[in-house]
C-alpha cells in the first residue's frame, strides 16, 4: 500500500469524525504526514497551542520541539519523533485554542521541494474563509456607517444632550461603550462624518374650537403608569482608563476550575501551629561552614513534613470515588510559581531523601517547571502538597486542597518574637527571642480528623525543633 493511499484512508476514517477531505479529493498531493493533537498526559483531552517553535519551510530532527502546547496541567514542548520538514501549519493563534486530542495540527514532508505544493491545503475541522471573502467583508464593515437600521440605543446622558442641543437624533447610533451604550465620542465622530439625522419633534395634537364646542369630550380610562425596573435606569459611569481584557491560559483555566472545585466539594478545615526555626537556622550555618552545603529553610519543611507523613500516615492519603486510599510512598507536591500558573512538581520519596538530595532534587524541578521542561509524570500525582510563600513577605495563609489528595500544609515566613521559655521540669527561663514561622495544614475532614491533624503537626513541629534528628 502505497503511503499517499495509507493517508487518504487515514483521512477518510478521520472524515467521519467531522473532518472533510473534500480538497484532497480534487487534487493530488504529495507523500505527506498530518501530525495530530498529541495526549500529553492520561487526563488530558484538549490542547491550545501556544507558540510554533517551528515554522513552514524549517526542517526538524527528531526530539526537535515543534510547538509549545498548553495542557491542563502545565505548558509542554511537542518533540518531534521522526526527521521531517513542516510544509503547512493547520492551527495556529485564535484558531488554535481547545482542540480535542487527535485534531490535525500541520503537514510534515521529506522532501523540501514538495512544500509548495501544500499552499492551499486544508481539512476538515479547520476550515477558514477565504481571503477575499474576509478583505470585502472588513472593507464593507468599514465603510458602512454606525448608525443602525433599525431599534433604538442606550445613550448617556452627555450624549443625548449633545444630539439634542445640535438638533440631531442619534438614538439609532450604534454605541462604543460598556453594553453597547452610546458615548459622547461616538455622537461627535457621527457628526464629523455627518451620518446622524435630524431631530424630529412629536407635533401636539390639536383640536378645532367649534368641534371642542360641539360635543363633551369621551371619557377615556387612563392606565396606569408601567413600573421602572432597574433595566429602565441609565445610571452614569465613569471612565477610570483603558481596560485591557487578556484571555486566561489554558492552565490557568484548569487551575481556576479544579479550585473551585475543591473548595466546594471538599470540606476543608485548618491547624495552625507557630514553629521556632532557631535550631534550623543553627544547623543551616552549620552545615554551610563545615561542609559548604547549602540546604533552606523550605527544604528543611519538605524533609520534615516526610517525616510528620512517615509518623502519621492516614495524612498520606487520597479521596477517590466515596472510598479513602492511604498510600505507601511518600511524594510530596511542591507548588512552584511560573508565568504561566502554579505547577506542583513531585518529590518523590521524600522521607527516604538526604536533606542534600533534596536540595538539588527541588532545584531541579523547580528550574525545568518555570521552562515548561517537566513531564506529566512528575507532576501529576502526589500524596500530599507544601506551599511556601515566606520568601514573599507571607507570614500566615491557608492552602486550598489539591484533590484527590487528602492534605496541604501552608508555610508563612519567619520573624522573630519574644517567646516566654520553660525548663525540663517546666520551670520558667527568662524571656527571649527567637524565630518562628507560622504552618497552617488544610485537611479533608472526609479523611483527617482532627484529632489526626493535631497529631501531624505535633511531628512537624518535633522534627523542625531538633533537625538533628532528620541526619540519622
Known sequence: ??????????????????????????????????????????????????????????????????????????????????????????????????????????????????????????????????????????????????????????LFPSARHLAESNGLDATGLAGSGKGGRVTKGDVLQAMAAGSLPKLVKAAAPTVSAPAALSAPAPSVAVAPPKPMTLADLILPTVETGIEEDIPNTKMRK????????????????????????????????????????????????????????????RVNAQYKSDTVTYLDSIDISVAVATPTGLITPILFGADKLGLSQVTSTVLDLATRARDGKLAPQEYQGGSFSV?????????????????????????????????????????????GVAMRMTACLSADRRVVDEATAGLFMAAFREYMNKPELLLL
Open 1 to 154: 500500500m502505497s503511503r499517499l493511499l495509507f493517508l487518504r484512508r487515514i483521512v477518510t476514517h478521520g472524515s467521519r469524525r467531522g473532518y472533510s477531505s473534500t480538497l484532497l479529493l480534487r487534487k493530488e498531493y504529495p507523500p505527506h504526514t498530518l501530525y495530530p493533537m498529541p495526549a500529553l498526559s492520561p487526563t488530558m483531552e484538549t490542547g491550545t497551542i501556544s507558540a510554533w517553535s517551528k515554522g513552514v519551510g524549517d526542517e526538524f530532527a527528531a526530539g526537535d520541539s515543534l510547538c509549545t502546547i498548553e495542557t491542563d496541567k502545565a505548558a509542554v514542548d511537542f518533540e518531534a519523533q521522526d526527521d521531517g520538514i513542516i510544509a503547512k501549519i493547520l492551527r495556529e493563534g485564535a484558531n488554535a485554542i481547545d482542540m480535542p486530542v487527535g485534531t490535525p495540527i500541520c503537514v510534515v514532508v521529506d522532501d523540501a521541494s514538495d512544500v509548495a505544493a501544500f499552499a492551499d491545503f486544508q481539512i476538515g475541522g479547520i476550515l477558514e474563509p477565504p481571503q477575499e471573502a474576509v478583505s470585502a467583508s472588513v472593507s464593507s464593515t468599514a465603510e458602512s456607517t454606525p448608525v443602525a437600521a433599525t431599534g433604538s440605543s442606550i
Open 254 to 313: 484548569i487551575i481556576a476550575q479544579r479550585l473551585t472545585e475543591s473548595k466546594r466539594e471538599v470540606p476543608h478545615f485548618y491547624t495552625t501551629h507557630e514553629v521556632e526555626l532557631d535550631a534550623i537556622m543553627k544547623l543551616r550555618k552549620k552545615l554551610a561552614n563545615d561542609h559548604e552545603i547549602k540546604i533552606s529553610v523550605n527544604d528543611f519543611v519538605l524533609k520534615c513534613s516526610a517525616m510528620a507523613l512517615r509518623d502519621v500516615p
Open 387 to 431: 506551599s511556601n510563600l515566606g520568601m514573599f513577605g507571607i507570614r500566615e495563609f491557608s492552602a486550598v486542597i489539591n484533590p484527590p489528595q487528602a492534605a496541604i500544609l501552608a508555610v508563612g515566613g519567619g520573624a522573630k518574637q519574644f517567646v516566654v521559655r520553660r525548663g525540663p521540669e517546666g520551670e520558667k527561663l527568662p524571656p
